[in-house]
């Protein structure tokens, strides 16, 4: 029976959160309501209630859950695998992405996904520059900082704009795409 009950919690939780996510792609996040959600999820407000208190309290576990999958989707390839390689890591992005991208796409039209996403370049970013400053101890800090803010930013606005259509393309192909801009920086940094 318990086994049940969490398979049967887990549909439901789905449902809000597919519910909000198609909502986001309708209409401003600040004018959707519990009514709307548990509308569009055809289910009850008990149901709503016994998952979530409000609105926020879904987009807050959307960005938590989402993190830490993706995070663990990533580590799964090993940190120093990926290392200095934003290609590897923005292929691996999407590849993730890519498992359900109707719902990624819809929350790319909200801030869910870009504050997610700024979260992520923000662990990674920190990631890198630890890793460079640790293994290259005489690199100048600013320099690495900009380069990094640079390479993660610039990573961050290509999944986005993969999502919403503007770069057409596979993870690889956006991954490999991604890899020669970034060499073609570090030659120009180098000079």
Known sequence: MAKAEYRSSIRSKNLIKKALAKLIHEKDLAKITVSDIIREADISRGTFYAHFSDVNSVVTQIESEEM???????????????????????????????????????????????????????????????????????????????????????????????????????????????GKLVTISQTYFAK
Not at 77 to 106: A, H, S
Not at 118 to 127: A, K, T
């Open 68 to 178: 830490k999958n993706l995070m663990d989707f990533v580590d799964k390839y090993g940190f120093e695998n990926i290392g200095l390689n934003p290609k590897t890591f923005v292929t691996l992005i999407c590849e993730y992405m890519m498992r359900d991208m109707e719902y990624y796409r819809m929350l790319a039209q909200s801030n869910i996904l870009t504050n997610f996403i700024w979260r992520l370049v923000y662990v990674y970013y920190e990631r890198l520059l630890d890793k460079v400053l640790t293994t290259q101890p005489d690199t100048d800090r600013n320099e690495a900082e900009l380069y990094l803010i640079y390479v993660t930013s610039g990573a961050k606005t290509v999944v986005l704009s993969w999502l919403n259509g503007e770069i057409k393309g596979t993870p690889e192909q956006i991954g490999e795409r991604l």
